[in-house]
C-alpha cells in the first residue's frame, strides 16, 4: 500500500501553503479536503448563476509576497488589486471616508476636526513603528521560553535585541500596543468619534472583544502588517474572488506534481506507538503517511482528529483551554445594481472601498455587549465591500456582488444553537441597516446567503466559526499559539504537525503559519528549504 | 426571548455645522488644490511642470528654471508661498505659550519683528523649524513645513491663548530680488523703505491690509506679503503691473530652492527628517545636529526639550552635524555619500548645486560627529553623475565651509537700493 | 519664608510613610496636608452622630511588610495576629454562601469537595504567580532608556524565579499573564459564587470587567499584598482605617516630621527648571531642597507645577493618564446589626461580597462604559462595629460598603444619578438583609464625584490613575518617568499614581523615599 510522504489535512490557503512548500522540497505530498472544492475559508463559489462569491474570506492584504513568489501563484492567475477608498457613515447623513492621497485623507479629516486631520501623521508613524517591529517575526518560528535549546535562545535573544534596539520612547509604545484597548489607545491621538470609529474596526474584526477591551489595540496592528505589493497596511482584492488564492496555491502544488483529494473527509489520524502513520477518512479508507500535517484548528485537531489517550493530560488541558470564539457572521449578497448610497457623491472611490456604519465606539461596544449575551448584535457592525466595483470577473456586466462581514455573531444563542429563525434574524439585521442608508436596497438583491458561526463551522470546519482559528490576545500569540510548549508547529504526536491560523503568527489569509511549518517540517527531515526565499527585508 | 431588537441609530439634527461638513465633501474631486493666485499662475505656467506642495498644485517652473533663478538674482521674483502651513497663536500669554515651544526667546522678538526658529520635542528632537511673526505683543504667525495643531494646542493647555490654523485663509507671496523693494515702492506701499531686515508691518491694501515683512528664503534682498485668500488676485496684480519696468517675474520652486540652498538655508523633510515623521529612531536630530544650537536660549527660563538639549550636550550625545561644503569640480554632488579618506563612510549630501553667484560647487550635508565637527580633513563625496545612461563616477574632495554659501550685502542695506 | 530639607505634599498615608522614612534616613521633613485632618481616603469619620467608619479605604490587606518594618509601626501599635485575619463571604440569592477563610481562603466553606480541591489548587497558583511578581512592589520599575547593572541583575533574579516555577508552571505563567479573570475561573472553578468573588476581587476599583483581557492582573495586585506576614490575608482594622494612618503618623512624628494641616499647597514654585519650594494658598512660602508631592501626578503637575515648566510631550502623557473611578462607598447607620441570610455570626464579621456570578460583575460593568449606572450593582460589604463596638452608638451598626460601577462620568449627572444609584444599592442589599432598608438611620453615598472633592481625588479614582497594564510598572504614571523623579529637578511623586498603585501599602511612599536617599536628592 502506497505511504505518502506527507498529508495535508484541510486544503485551507495554510494547507495548500505547506503542501507547495513540502512537495517543492521533494516530498510526495497528499491534500486531503472533506468538501468538493478546495480553499477552506478562502473560495469563491458561484452560488447563483453568474455570481462568484467570496463567500467567508473576502479581501487580501495579509498573505505574504515571499510566499505569492517562492509558489509562482501569479502564473496560475492571482492578482491583488487595491482598495480606492473607505467609509464610515455617520447618522447626519455625511460620511468620513478614506482616501488614498494623502493630502485629501487630511482634508477629510478636517470636516470633522482639523485637530485630528493632524494629528494622523503622528498616529501613522507610531502604527507603522510597531508594524515594522513586527513585520519580521511572521515569518520566524517563535522561541520557547523555557527551553535552554541553542536555538531557541537564539530566537530569544533575537526578540530581545530587536526590543532592545527600540528607543525607550518606541518600547514604552510596544508596551501600549499590547495591553490597551483600541479605543483608549485612539483617545490618545484623535478627539472626533466618528474618526476613532474608523480606525478602531480594525482592532475588532475577527475577534470577540469589544474596541474597549485591552488588547485590541494589537488586533489592530494585525490588521496593519500586511500589504499590497509593498504598500504596507493597503487592503484589496483578489481578482475572482478570495477563492483565487487557494486557486492559484492548487494549481501551484499540482504543478509540482502534488495530489489533491477532495470530497475526503478525514475522521480520525492513525497513531500507532505514539507515531502518526496516516488518516483514516470517514467511511473507513485508511491512507498511509510517513507524517500528517493539520490545516484544521487546533481543537479539531486535537479534540476530534486525535484520540483522547495519544494525548498528554497537560497537553489536551491547554487546547481545551485554548479560546476559538465564533463572533462574526458573513451576508453575501447578489445585486442586479450598484447600490445608491444617497449620503455618497456618484463618482465617491468609496464605492470601491470598504463601507461601514458604525460612527461611534458606543454602538461598536454595543454591539459587542449583545455577543457577550448571547445575542446576535441588534445594531450590528458591517464591514461591507462590493469587489465587482473593480473586479469584472465576478458577476454580470452591471451586476454586483457585495459582500457584508458582520459583527457580532455568537457561536450559540442564549446558551442553544442557532436556528433557521435566528439566522433570518440575523440577516434582517444586516439589511435592515445598509436599507436605512440606501433607500431600495432589498429591491436590488437577485440572491443572498447568510452565514452564522453555524453555517461557517459546518462548511469551513472553523471551531466556532472563529476566522482566526483562535483570539488573538497576548495569552494565545507567540510562544503561547497555540499552546505553551508546543508552539513550534509541531504536537505531542510523532510526525503529527500543525500549520493552521491556530498557529503563530495566527488569522487571516497570511500564509505564515503554512510556510513556517514547512520550514519546521523540513528541519526534521533535514532536508533544504533552499526553496523558500528569505523574508523581505523591513528597512 | 434571548434577541433583542434592533435599535434604530438616532439620527442626530442636521445643524449648520454639519450642512458646512456636508458641503466640503467635494474636496476629493480636486486632489490637488489651486492656491488664491492660481489663475494668475495657471495663465503663466508655460511649461505646465507642477508638484505637490501639501495637496497644492504649485509649480516646479513656469516658463525656464535657469531663467527664473536668474530672475531673483538679478530683478524681481514673485513666488506663491500660500501653501506653507500657518498657524495665528494671539491672546494675552501668546508671547509665553510660544516662548515655551520655541527654541528662541521670543520676549526678544519685539512687535512688527520676525525670526526665524525652530521647535523640539521632550527629546529634544526638532519637529520643524519656521518663522514667528510678531504682528502685535499679542498676535502671532508661526509658519512652518509640517502641520503641528494637536502639538500647539496641547502646549497651549493652561495659557491664556487661541491657536488657529489658518493656511487656507491667508494668501502669501515672496518678493525676492534686488528691485523688489523698488516694485513695493512703486506699487505705493508708502514707507517700504523703512523696513530694516526682519521687519515687518501692514500696509492698506483693497480696502483691507497686507502685511509686509523684509524676510525671504533666497539670501537676497526681498520681502514676504501675507493678505486675505479675497485680496490674492488684486495684490498680485498691483504688483505686476508696478513691477513691469523693474522686470518681475513669477517664478516656481526649482528656483527658489537652488536660491535657498546659495543662502545655506535648510528644508525641513529636505535636510532633515522632522521628529513627527521619523519612523526610524536613528533619523531624529536635535538643534545642535542640524546647525540650529545658535537658537538656544538656556537663560530664558523652561522651553520643550530643554532638559533634553542640556543633557545632550553634558553627555556629549550629540551624533550627528549638518555642514556645508565646498566641492571640487562642478558636478553637483546631490544625494552623494561623504566619505573620510576615500574609505569610510561618514554622511550624506541632502542638497547641492553649482553655485552661480559664488561660481563654487556648493552642498549641504549631514556628517556623523566627530567628521565635520572636529575632524574636517580628508572628507570626500562620491558623484553618480548619469550621463547618456551611465554613471560617472567621481571621488571628489569636500571641504567643510561655512553657510551661507554666498553674502550679498544688499540683503540687508538700509534703506534698500532702488534698481 | 521658611527653609525645610524635604517638604512632602499630602498627608494621605504614602505622604506619611515617605515623609517617616526620610526623617529616619535623618531628614528635616515638613508634611503639608490641604485637609482638616490627616490620612487622605484613609481616614476614620465621623457619617452620622455616633457612627464612624473608614473614609474610603475600609480593609487592609496590601500594607507593605518593608513599610510596617521601616516605620516599626508593630511599635506604634500596628500588630495583627492570624486571629484578627476576616473571611470573605460569597453571598447568593438562591444558596447558602460560600466562605473563603483564613488568608484569601486557606480553608473553604460551601462548596463542593471537588470545588474545593480546585480552589486549593488554583489558591497555590494564583498566589506562586503573584509571588512572582510581588518583589517588584518595594522596587523602581526598570528604566528602559538604560537599564544599570541592579536594574538587569533584579530582572535577572525575576527570571530565576521563573525557572524555578518549573518548566510547565512558567508556561502557564506566561500564557495567563495577561488574561482576562473570568476566562481563567472557567478553565479552573464551577461555582459561580467563588467564581463571582473572585471576578469582583480582580476588577474591584478598574474600569475592567471580568471579561476584558488582563483583568487578572488586579487578583494578582491583591494576592502581592500581605497581611502579618500571610499573602492575601485582610483585616479590619480597630478603630478603622484612622487607627493605622495614626500608627504611621505617631512613626512619623517620632522620627522628627513635622506636619501642618489645613495648608493647601497652591503651587509648585520652579526656578530655573529645579523646584525650590511651595506656595500656599495663603500665600504663605515655603521653600526646600527636595519637594516630594504624595498626592495625585495629574493635580501635581497640570495645577501645581504648571505647563510652562513641563515638556508639552510630559504634559500630554500626564493628561492621557486614566483616572476616572468607578466606585462608590457607601456608609449605613443602621439601628440594629443586619442579618445577611444563611450568614453565621463570625461571617458577619468578615467581607460580604455580592458578586453572585463573573456575568453578574460583567453585566454590572456594561453600562459604566457608556457613564451610565449599573442597574445591580456589586459589592463588598463590612460591618466593621461588630468586631469594634467604639464606631456605633450601643445595640447600633455601621455598615461599610465599596459599590460598583457608578462612572464618575455619569451621562444624567449625580444630581439625579445619586438617589437612583443609592435605590439600586438597597435594593441588592435587601435581597441578602430583608429589612435593612427599615433599619437606616442615615446612609451616605459617595459617589466618585464625592470622592473627588471631599478627599482631592480627581476622577474620585482610589488608585490616582487606573491600575491596568498600560498603566503599570514602567508606564506609572507615565512611561519614561516611573521610578519616582519626575522632569522637574528636585520634585518627587510618591503617592498611589506612581508605581506600584493604590491600596493602603505604603509602598509607593517608601520606594520614593529609598530613591530619594539613593540620589541624595
Redesign the interface.
Known sequence: MKAWDAIIIGGGHNGLVNACYLQRAGLDVLVVEKNDWVGGAATSRELTPGFLYSNCSYVCSLFRPEIMRDLELPRFGLQVISYEGGAVFT?????L?N?R????H???FA??S??D???Y??YA?DV??QC?FIQPLLMRTAPDPTSLRPRDLGELLYLGKKFAG??A??MALTLRFWTMSISEFLDE?FETDVIKANFALSGIIGTALGPMSPGTAYVLLHHYMGEVDGSVGAWGYARGGMGAVTKALAASFKASGGTIRTGAEVDHVLIQRGKAKGVVLVGGEEIYGRLVVSNADVKRTFLKLVEEKELPDIFLRRVRNFKIRGSSGKVNIALNSLPEFPAL?K???VYRGDMHFTDSME?MERAYD?WK????S??PFLDMVIPTTLDPTMAPPGKHFMSCFVQYAPPK??GREWTDA?RD?FAE?VI?QIA?YSPGFRDRIVHMEVRTPREIEAEVGLTEGNIFQGELTFDQLLFNRPVPGYAQYRSPVGGLYMCGSSTHPGGGVMGAPGRNAAAEILRDLAKSTSHMSPAHDVI | M?????????????GAT?SA??A??????T??LGTPFQPRIDALAKTQDWY?W??YRAPHSLWDEELEYFAIRSQAALFDISPMTKYRIEGPDAE?LLN??TLRDVTKLRPSRVHYTAWC???GFVLDDGTLFRLSQTRFRLCSQ??????L???A???DVKVE?ETEAVAGLALQGPTSFAVLRDAGFAGIERLRIFDLADFPHGGGTVSISRTGFTGDLGYELFVPADKALSLWDRLMTSGELRGIRAIGYTALNRARLEAGLMVANADFTTA????R?DRLRMPDEIGLGFMIDLEK??F????AILEARAKRKLRHVLVGLEIDGNVPAEHAIVYHKKAQEVGLVSAAMWSPMAKRNIAIASLARPYGDTMVEDLWVEIYAMRELQYQKLMKRAKVVARPFINLDRRTANPPADF | MTSFETIVIGGGHNGLVAAATLAKAGRKVLVLEAGGEIGGAARTEEFAPGFRASSVAHLLNRLHPDVVKTLELERHGLQFARADFVPSVALSKDSPPLVLHGAYGEVLTGASSSEQSAWKDLRAQLLRYAGILKPFLSRRPPDLAGMSLLETASLGQTALALKKLGKEDMRDFLRVLLMNVADLLDEQLEDDRLKGLLAFDATLGSHLGPRSPTSLLGLYYRLAGETGGTAGAQVLPQGGMGAVVAAIRASAEKAGVEIRTSAPVAKII?EK?RAVGVALDNGEVLRANTIVSAINPATTF?DLV???????????KV?NIRMKGDAAKLNLALDRPPQFTGVDAASHKGRLVIAPSPDHVERAFNPCKYGELSPEPVMEVTLPSLADPSLAPAGACVLSAVVQYAPYALKEGWDAGKPKFLRAIMEQLEAYTPGIGKSVVRAELLTPADIETRYRMPGGHWHHGELQADQMLVSRPVSGWSGYDT?VEGLFLAGAGSHPGGGVSGAPGLNAARRIIAMKG
Open positions: 447618522r447626519d447623513g455625511d460620511y471616508a482616501y492621497d494623502h493630502d485629501a487630511r482634508r477629510e470636516r470633522f482639523k485637530r486631520a493632524e494629528a501623521d503622528r508613524r507603522t513603528r515594522r527600540l528607543s520612547e518606541e491621538y457623491p463618482d465617491s472611490p454602538r449583545d449575551a448571547g445575542r446576535w441588534a445594531d444563542i442564549g435566528d434574524g439585521s435592515a436605512e | 434571548a434577541q433583542a431588537t434592533r435599535r434604530k441609530p438616532v439620527a442626530k439634527a442636521a454639519v461638513r456636508i466640503a465633501q467635494s474636496h476629493f474631486q486632489l490637488r505637490n501639501a495637496g509665553a515655551r515651544v520635542d521632550d527629546k509640517e502641520r503641528h495643531l494637536p502639538w494646542l496641547d502646549s493647555v493652561g495659557f490654523e513627527e515623521h521619523a519612523i529612531a527660563g523652561h520643550n526639550g530643554r532638559r | 520652579v527648571s497640570l504648571g505647563p510652562r515648566e513641563i515638556d508639552t510631550g510630559f504634559m500630554r493628561k522632569p
